[in-house]
């Protein structure tokens, strides 16, 4: 092997975005633990992905560009978690565009969400505190059945059973217009494209719903995917990078600025910009911090930080 064929593997390898100031940043200190582990687990699923495709039948079907998409993605979830790395901004057909770095690592994440194990749970159960300037700092710790109905528990151990006939809450979420319940979340479509059409055109409020969806819903890993490869094609959202939600777990935020209003009473209401932060861990593609902040003020963002949310076979 030749010098110059050394130089043209190199500059192979790191033929994508971002690889020529990757090279420019010199020696940079390690990423994350879980930055590493989101990446590593990234490559090893799309080579197997490809190795199973007839070289044919890749070209037939037009996947490379998806399997270069994952590549970069492996590759910018370790390497944007130093801070070395200015990626360019991707192209959203005339909207503003979004960071390249957050897309990257969020269509990164999708891929480790698609991989978690399916689960067909009795209850579903939620355990997350809550920090605001209307109702304080509290935990609670709530399960919900395929039927919607909620159960809480104190922190005692206490069970609260859900009332009976129309005085039960019923557990929802929204998507689009529409407010729905545990099975008609499992019957929404897993590709990302059908799937944002039942959203807001508006990518700011796309991006709420979406949001609220991955914090606590109990979705499937393959529609767990589908949010998060919506999230990564939203326009304006950005990389924090690595950070400790308020437990000191380890993730890694992104954020987006969007409008948004609070009412001042009957028929009033004030517009502000807020900023929203999510803090996800990488390794399992689970939501671990909330964060809104409204632009321009000093009081402290409302924050969710989510305890525990996933499958139960049981209440208590």
């Given at each position: 092997m030749t010098t110059d064929d050394i130089t043209d593997d190199f500059t192979d390898l790191l033929d994508f975005p971002g690889g020529a100031e990757l090279v420019a940043a010199g020696r940079v200190d390690p990423p994350s633990a879980g930055a590493v582990d989101a990446a590593r687990a990234a490559v090893t699923r799309a080579a197997d992905r490809e190795a199973a495709v007839a070289p044919a039948a890749l070209l037939r079907t037009r996947r490379l560009p998806r399997r270069r998409r994952l590549l970069?993605?492996?590759?910018?979830?370790?390497?944007?978690?130093?801070?070395?790395?200015?990626?360019?901004v991707l192209d959203m057909g005339g909207e503003p565009a979004a960071t390249a770095s957050a897309s990257q690592f969020l269509d990164g994440v999708a891929e480790v969400a698609a991989d978690a194990p399916a689960t067909e749970p009795a209850y579903w159960k939620v355990r997350v505190e809550t920090d605001n300037q209307d109702d304080g700092k509290r935990t609670d710790t709530t399960?919900?059945?395929?039927?919607?109905?909620?159960?809480?528990?104190?922190?005692?151990g206490t069970v609260h059973e859900p009332p009976a006939g129309k005085e039960g809450k019923v557990k929802k979420w929204p998507v689009g217009e529409k407010w729905l319940t545990w099975p008609a979340l499992e019957k929404l479509p897993t590709d990302e494209k059908a799937l944002a059409a039942l959203f807001s055109a508006?990518?700011?409020?796309?991006?709420?719903?979406?949001?609220i969806l991955l914090e606590d819903a109990p979705?499937?890993?393959?529609?767990?995917?589908?949010?998060?490869?919506?999230l990564a094609d939203t326009p304006g959202m950005k990389l924090i990078g690595d950070v400790?939600?308020?437990?000191?777990?380890?993730?890694?935020?992104?954020?987006?600025?969007?409008?948004?209003?609070y009412s001042t009473g009957p028929g009033e209401k004030v517009t502000h910009r807020t900023k929203d932060r999510y803090v996800v861990d990488p390794r399992t593609g689970l939501l671990l911090e909330t964060k809104h902040r409204i632009v321009g003020q000093e009081t402290p963002?409302?924050?969710?930080?989510?305890?525990e949310?996933?499958?139960a076979d049981r209440v208590g």
């Open positions: 970069v993605a492996a590759a910018a979830v370790a390497a944007i978690a130093t801070g070395a790395v200015a990626y360019p399960y919900f059945d395929r039927e919607g109905r909620v159960w809480s528990v104190d922190a005692d508006d990518p700011e409020s796309r991006s709420q719903q979406v949001a979705v499937g890993p393959e529609l767990r995917a589908a949010l998060f490869r919506i400790r939600d308020s437990k000191g777990r380890a993730g890694v935020a992104v954020e987006i600025t969007r409008k948004a209003w963002p409302d924050r969710y930080t989510w305890l949310v996933g499958p």
